[in-house]
């Protein structure tokens, strides 16, 4: 087949994502919304349906115009002013709520920074217990922590402090990315986006091992699309930061099959002599993410911290709870309580296998379980607010969080239901397909697996990234008027005469 009729198909499956994606983000629109209305019509808010939905439409409405005036004043600084202000406000939003907020560690959070103070006195009797053996991929985190305490005298709040780095940190990339991918208005109105959004602002206490895996996982996208397949040693930096991205948090495999698919695009459409380059390129980014990864379970094995590598040992677990039909795929503590009872290894996995397999009997259950889950995952109120100011109840200014965070969420959607819309009548654009990829697969594996609204994290800057270019073309749009309007009307009469 021809370089032209490779560069046509390459074409037409770009255009195929973007119509894919514009269908996900109409649909997580819809579903966003009937949440945040349910939500205002119970509880303490008690709002008529009608009130919600006015509330609703005007929170939106006047969100965007917020965006839209923040985005049409920041276009006129220069860029070391904008980043200047931009990460400056970003900086402070985190740093004031870590300092203000005093958020319980509890949960899977306490398990990792109770295994992290041990170990960083030199006592990894933690990895013996039912949790790390099981889940011995979670000690990279761990060990990541134990290293921080080891260094500096300031406990939890050290981590929560280099939380506030690492955001302010995606805050960057975020701007970097959306400016590579489309323009710098895109670029600023994504950076805007990410440094007022609640969540990133609201697990800034909690210690998650997402916002290193974040930083790391963006900075390795932000190589790719900066410097492209060609670059003479991107791809080794990529495979060490994706690598690492993975090892603090699993989601390396999930990654790769998303970047293949991106590369794979880049091959097919590219001359006979760049072809070979796309693929050593691709094949340098695997090794290395894989040899890093076992260098690092090598060394973790060799100091007697685990007796095995990074990895899960109960790999049908997550789809254990991803196929509950009374839990709606979310944490089943009957589940929980049922599988321990098997030993860890084949006896356990080969039970769980039995109780997915009952579960998928029912095909028409299956297709209801996979649209309520869709529902949830992407619709329902984000649970940052709970993870990080605990179970005590909803006040007011919670509720107004909860509210606010779905309404900025919505405005994303509708900034990237605009940028798709125009995206279909443009030129491919290659390196947004590399988000749109992600936001695909990443949805994909979710119908599978268990859900959390704390999940939705790790794909949020890809939402804004692409939402940004809807919002951009608004500000690009004031500009050429402006422009034009500066023409006076003696020049016009010159330039026609």
């Given amino acids: 087949m021809s370089n032209f009729n490779m560069n046509a198909v390459s074409g037409l499956f770009n255009k195929f994502l973007v119509l894919l994606t514009l269908v996900i ?113 979670q000690i990279g985190f761990t060990m990541y922590q134990a290293l921080v305490l080891s260094i500096f005298d300031g406990g939890a709040f050290v981590l929560k402090l280099l939380n506030v780095i690492y955001g302010v940190g995606t805050v960057f990339l975020v701007y970097k990315i959306g400016t590579h991918v489309f323009n710098e208005a895109a670029g600023r109105v994504a950076g805007v986006f990410y440094s007022l959004y609640l969540p990133s602002i609201f697990m800034t206490s909690v210690l998650t091992n997402q916002y290193i895996a974040i930083i790391l996982f963006y900075a390795g996208f932000y190589l790719l699309v900066k410097n492209g397949v060609d670059h003479k040693s991107s791809w080794f930096f990529i495979g060490i930061l994706l690598s690492l991205g993975d090892i603090m948090r699993p989601l390396g495999a999930f990654i790769l099959v998303a970047l293949f698919c991106y590369m794979f695009l880049q091959f097919i459409s590219s001359k006979k002599d760049r072809k070979k380059t796309v693929a050593k390129k691709f094949i340098g980014i695997v090794a290395v993410f894989y040899l890093l990864h076992y260098g690092v379970s090598f060394a973790f094995m060799t100091a007697d911290v685990t007796d095995y590598p990074l990895s899960n040992r109960n790999p049908m677990w997550k789809f254990v709870l991803g196929f509950n039909h009374e839990t709606v795929g979310q944490y089943s503590t009957e589940d929980s309580n049922f599988m321990t009872q098997y030993t860890l290894g084949k006896e356990r996995t080969e039970a769980e296998k039995e109780l997915i397999k009952e579960r998928l009997e ?54 990237s239901i605009l940028g798709l819309l125009y995206s279909l009548i443009r030129k491919s654009n290659m390196n947004q397909s590399l988000f749109l990829l992600l936001i695909i697969g990443y949805i994909c594996i979710h119908f599978l697996i268990e859900i959390q609204t704390r999940y939705r994290f790790f794909i949020i800057p890809s939402f804004i990234i692409i939402g940004s270019y809807g919002f951009s073309l608004f500000v690009e749009s004031k500009k050429v008027k402006s422009q034009k309007e500066k023409l006076s009307p003696p020049q016009e009469v010159a330039k026609n005469v």
């Fill in 25 to 137: 983000f109409g649909a997580i629109f819809v579903f966003s919304w009937e949440a945040t209305s349910q939500f205002l019509k119970v509880g303490q808010l008690n709002l008529s349906s009608n009130t919600a939905n006015l509330v609703i439409a005007m929170g939106v409405i006047i969100y965007g115009l917020i965006i839209f005036l923040i985005s049409s004043y920041v276009k006129k600084l220069s860029q070391k002013t904008f980043l200047i202000v931009m990460l400056s406000v970003a900086f402070l939003l985190r740093f004031i709520w870590i300092l203000v907020v005093d958020t319980p560690i509890q949960s899977d959070f306490n398990v990792l920074y109770t295994a992290a103070v041990d170990a960083s006195k030199g006592d990894f009797s933690f990895s013996q217990t039912p949790y790390f053996l099981s889940w011995v991929y």
């Fill in 362 to 415: 029912d095909k028409d259950a299956v297709v209801d379980l996979m649209w309520n889950k869709s529902e949830k995952m992407w619709g329902d109120l984000d649970a940052s607010i709970k993870w990080s100011v605990g179970y005590q109840g909803q006040s007011f200014i919670h509720n107004i969080f909860y509210v606010g965070e779905r309404i900025m969420y919505m405005t994303i959607a509708i900034g």
